[in-house]
């Protein structure tokens, strides 16, 4: 498959996202429970709602990011790279947990309150995850019915 500059950008993209959060996830699944991991993996504050919920939440992605869905990213980012049309369909898989994801994290955070409810949280923070996942799925797509 033909490599474009939308290809580079797409691949490098998720290979940053992707390799910031599992490294971070990673630091999560080391120190479940220390406050600079509380303070910059999690957010929020488990004292803000039930704190075994709070917990049990996090773990969740702070296991799957690093092991699952990281090394999904990063072989499909440079299959991508390498033009081949696997690349295009492992990153098309790992597109999903970036907006399915996000989808419970929103509502958790809206009804549990484990973060706060700042504009820059949910445009910034929050926001670039489902975007970018949605560009990649339609853009991987698009590719692979070429």
């Known amino acids: 498959m033909e490599i474009t500059a939308l290809t580079w950008i797409v691949a ?14 990673l ?30 939440f996090n773990q969740g992605p702070a296991w799957a990011d690093p092991f699952f869905w990281g090394p999904l990213q990063i072989a499909g980012s440079i299959g991508m790279l390498l033009g081949q049309q696997w690349g295009f369909l492992l990153a098309l898989a790992a597109s999903v947990p970036f907006w399915y ?5 929103f509502i958790w955070d809206r009804d549990m309150g484990f973060r706060q409810n ?16 949605v560009l990649e799925g339609v853009y991987c797509f698009v590719r692979l019915l070429e």
Do not use: C, H, K
């Open 101 to 105: 994801s996000a989808i419970l994290i």
């Open 27 to 56: 630091v999560a699944v080391i120190n479940p429970r220390e406050g600079w991991t509380i303070e910059n993996v999690y957010g929020g504050n488990p004292d803000a709602t039930d704190p075994n919920a709070y917990f049990a």
């Open 118 to 133: 700042t504009f820059s949280y949910w445009v910034f923070i929050w926001g670039m995850w489902p975007v970018f996942g």
């Open 12 to 25: 490098i993209t998720g290979l940053l996202l992707m390799g910031l959060l599992a490294a971070l996830q």
